[in-house]
């Protein structure tokens, strides 16, 4: 498989999933130049889109490219509806697109119906999980995007996480402020400044990754606790997250 970012807006990311035939799926096209700029460049036959919220951001391309392509599936959730999905998917549910099987997870929190999409090794979570961070809590609860992000994180350490957003250099930030010793937060940091330096993306990145430096899969670490003042034991750590969160929010 040949997965390929496609930068748009100011720091989005559009998914790309081409087989050996160049047969491919689209994930999350919030405009369509980029996206058939790649599909000519490369000759892909595009043969579904799929969507992971309703935020034009992500949707905002798929009029176009249904224009283009007039047959083309669109899978999203309830809340795409009215954005061009034409498949409507739920947690639970299981696509098969060219043979390549993609389950579909609810991750409520960003928004009330987000979905990810799994197709091992690749996790397409919209704008759930971020590489060092994760989604701001638009429409959902903490308790919600805790869930979402704990049922992520149960995934393959192999497991390559495709966020929407380039926001890892901001998350990094905000983790050493958190965990100014982390000596795997400080390394990554470094490694990632090198790589944006040269205007490559940060994403995606490998789960296993993450749990090292992405401090919202890192709430039962004492030290994190005690920089935000909330101690909380390891079967409740939602409060945790949540203060977390909001001093994110603030940063």
Known sequence: MNLISIPAFQDNYIWLLADSQKQCVIVDPGESA???AALSQDQY????????????DHVGGVADLCRHFPNIPV???Q???DK?????????????INGRNHTIIAVPGHTLGHIAYYSKPYLFC?????SAG???LFEGTPEQMYASIQQLAQLPDDTLICSAHEYTLANLKFARFILPADHDIATYQQKIMQLRAKNQPSLPVKLQIEREINVF????????QRKIGVMSPPDSLISVFSELRAQKDRF
């Not at 036959?45 to 034009?56: G, Y």
């Not at 061009?84 to 098969?96: F, M, N, P, R």
């Not at 919209?126 to 971020?130: A, I, R, S």
Request: net charge negative.
């Open 45 to 56: 036959l595009p043969q579904a889109i799929l969507l992971t919220h309703h935020h034009n």
């Open 75 to 77: 899978y999203g959730p």
């Open 34 to 36: 980029p996206v058939l």
């Open 84 to 96: 061009g999905a034409t498949e409507i998917v739920k947690g639970g549910d299981s696509l098969t």
């Open 79 to 81: 809340e795409t509806a």
């Open 217 to 224: 899969l890192r709430c039962n670490d004492i030290d994190l």
């Open 126 to 130: 919209g704008d759930t999980l971020f």
């Open 134 to 136: 994760c989604g701001r």
